[in-house]
């Protein structure tokens, strides 16, 4: 199978799996907890209070949806890379590589939230061209 079908047909089961990560929010969302009582000091060096203030955590361990693509293009986005590249060098991973050593190093960049989003256009611009020509 060619990577554009295999792409496909990922986004032909997003409605399984986003009915999934729905489900699994919902049910956890009494174990939901504000981020600002967090004890996380460097978080609020490098994101925005209000971010913090109105962002709740619920641990799913390895299943957090991007907020700028939504969950259905991220997942798509995600699984994309990884088809293409592998776990350790897919764009999203690569990113999060980055960001995590820079945030055990007290080195992330001026605004973290900027760079993230940039990053992630970059990814979904690369995808929905490909897609496009599917």
Do not use: H
Request: hydrophobic share 45%; glycine share 6%.
């Amino acid at each position: 199978m060619n990577p554009i079908d295999l792409i496909c047909k990922f986004q032909s089961a997003l409605p399984v799996v986003r009915e999934w990560i729905d489900r699994t929010l919902e049910e956890n969302r009494p174990n939901a907890v504000s981020v600002n009582t967090l004890t996380f000091p460097q978080l609020s060096n490098v994101l925005p209070l209000d971010l913090l203030s109105r962002a709740q955590v619920v641990v799913v361990t390895g299943k957090v949806p991007w907020e700028r693509l939504g969950v259905d293009d991220f997942l798509l986005a995600y699984g994309a890379g990884l088809m293409q590249f592998g776990y350790r060098n897919s764009p999203l991973e690569k990113m999060a590589y980055f960001l995590q050593s820079g945030f055990d190093r007290g080195v992330l960049p001026e605004n973290t939230i900027e760079f993230a989003q940039q990053g992630t256009d970059a990814i979904w611009s690369g995808l929905s061209s490909m897609l496009s020509e599917a």
